[in-house]
């Protein structure tokens, strides 16, 4: 699986990449939202907590909370704003 998936990245063409890693990062969002809902459907909120982060206050952005976190694919701190954003770059890149 991992080669077929690496061939077949190797083949993008450089004028394709940006719209296949902005089709790859919209299907992940949208598996982790559907997550998210299979989640709270069956009751398991401690789940749904565990896919979250904390976010303190005191750095003069705005209070405490905790955030649905993207991290594992866009870095530390990844919320959903930081995951539309990349997305609206992606989209305003492709051919």
Known sequence: MYTENLRKFLETRPENLATQQHDQLKEYVIARLKQV?????VEDYASVI???N???????MGSENDYLDFSDVLGEGA???T????LKQLQSQSF
């Open 79 to 81: 919320d959903i704003v």
């Open 83 to 86: 995951v539309m954003t990349k």
């Open 54 to 60: 904390y976010s303190p206050s005191g750095d003069g």
């Open 37 to 41: 809902i299979t989640l709270i459907e």
């Open 50 to 52: 565990n896919l979250t």
